[in-house]
């Protein structure tokens, strides 16, 4: 007979796992399939490994530059192979944790592939279960082009580009979202000749269009080559490694590299996941849920890439955790409307909430402050380059509705403003709290009070 189980959650990511876990402290007993790494894409293969070889970028440049600082460093070389043990030894120490956690919180581990069928069965490779509840938390693959070539041997995706990261002279990324621009950090930092091709207006089309505008610039300052509104064509092996033909504004073009990373995108992950004739309601070639995280299936619930809303393994954890509150019929803890975005280039970009545009499309009127982080103490002491940080607020009221970074740290100092907006925040409320001297996140106080129009280290706006 089966083994019965109140919640099975079938993929170890960052949503799997969480979920888990958590199903696992409100008592629940739980089973967790995953047939890979623990830890998912993100951990494996995508997120992690790649900000590891972000940080071997970042410290090679760096310490080709230390000149600058009256640091002589000669002979400076990259290691790929060391690069690719940190990568291994990083990866290794997390997902032991993962699994530690997992043991400690009572969660049974089973490392195979998962099916679902009727009456909330699940069958793997060497028997089934039954679950109460089943969160499908299977994830994503990388997308594939359908143009010919893009099997050819130095074609990569972002999932095999972490794997097999080499020396290279030249490299080719087709697709400028945020993995496309986050390798094209990592390649050009070493010196490599990067080519991006993107079939949109402008890079990071989803960001806001400063911050988009303001990498370009930085990219083009680096050597990076920028191709908009550009459509591949197709691919073909070259004696120097690939060529890419592409149209550019109705004109054929052409460039060639060692290799070809494409960057496309990502679709959701469920090969086998359904028993034949069994099946959930799908959306554009997604697991549809509603607000709950429910599938059209009794007490299946889906959560993370897989449903096809916001693909970032914050925001698949912080779905987990709700599904499992919602299976246990608690309050939910976890604001999921403020979801902050972040991109690890050089310098980093981050975002939350609505910028302008979408402010003001929405009918209410934006006070928009803005501090260039030029003037920043810790910014110049450390060498930073163009940056700033921008937040809207709602002009009647002062509420945070956003914010859009594009400089040092970032990616940590977004926290600041995701609290605010979750908390319903006033740009007031966020001048209040007193910020050391001299650091990077000192910044946000200037930008705050900008919206206000009495920054004390922004030059005054001139009256018309």
Do not use: W
């Amino acid at each position: 007979m089966a083994e019965i189980f109140d919640v099975a959650v079938i993929g170890g990511g960052p949503g799997g796992y969480v979920a888990a876990i958590k199903s696992a402290q409100l008592g629940m007993k739980t089973v967790l399939f995953e047939n890979r790494e623990l830890g998912g894409t993100c951990l494996n293969r995508g997120c992690v490994p790649t900000k590891s070889f972000l940080h071997s970028a970042e410290l090679y440049h760096e310490a080709k530059n230390m000149q600058d600082f009256g640091v002589i460093c000669q002979d400076v070389t990259p290691d790929y192979d060391k690069m690719k043990e940190n990568r291994d030894n990083t990866v290794s120490a997390l997902s032991g944790g993962i699994a530690q956690l997992l043991k400690q919180n009572g969660v049974e581990v089973i490392n195979s592939k998962a099916t679902i069928g009727e009456n909330n069965t699940i069958t793997y490779q060497d028997g089934e279960v039954t679950a109460t509840d089943i969160i499908i938390a299977a994830g994503s693959t990388p997308a594939r082009l359908p143009i010919e070539g893009i099997d050819l041997e130095g074609v990569y995706t972002s999932d095999e580009f972490t794997q097999e990261i080499k020396k290279l002279d030249s490299l080719i990324i087709i697709g400028g979202g945020v993995i496309g621009t986050e390798f094209a950090s990592v390649y050009s930092a070493f010196g490599v000749k990067v080519t991006i091709i993107e079939a949109m207006e402008r890079i990071l089309a989803m960001m806001d269009r400063e911050v988009s505008q303001s990498l370009q610039m930085s990219f083009k300052k680096r050597g990076v080559d920028i191709f908009t509104s550009a459509r591949v064509m197709k691919l073909e092996k070259a004696e120097e490694g690939v060529t890419c033909k592409y149209l550019s504004k109705d004109k054929e073009c052409e460039v060639t590299a060692q290799a070809v990373l494409v960057s496309v995108g990502r679709r959701a992950n469920m090969e086998g996941l359904f028993a034949d004739g069994f099946e959930v309601e799908t959306e554009r070639g997604y697991v549809k849920v509603d607000d709950k995280f429910k599938t059209s299936k009794e007490h299946i619930y889906a959560i993370g890439d897989i449903i096809g809303k916001i693909q970032l393994a914050h925001m698949a954890s912080a779905q987990g955790i709700t599904a499992v509150e919602n299976i246990k019929g608690v309050e939910n803890s976890i604001c999921l409307d403020t979801v902050p975005s972040c991109i690890y280039t050089s310098p980093e970009i981050a975002s939350v909430g609505m910028n302008e545009e979408q402010i003001k499309n929405s009918g209410m009127e934006v006070a928009t402050g803005k501090y260039l982080t030029s003037g920043n103490a810790r910014t110049l002491i450390a060498g930073g380059g163009r940056g700033f940080i921008k937040v809207n607020a709602d002009k009647e009221s002062g509420k945070i509705l956003g914010a859009q970074l594009m400089c040092e740290r970032a990616t940590d100092i977004i926290n600041e403003f995701t609290t605010a907006i979750a908390n319903s925040l006033t740009a007031e409320d966020m001048a209040r709290a007193i910020r050391p001297h001299p650091t990077f996140a000192e910044a946000v106080t200037e930008a705050v009070e900008d919206t206000m129009g009495h920054a004390v280290h922004i030059m005054p706006k001139r009256k018309r």
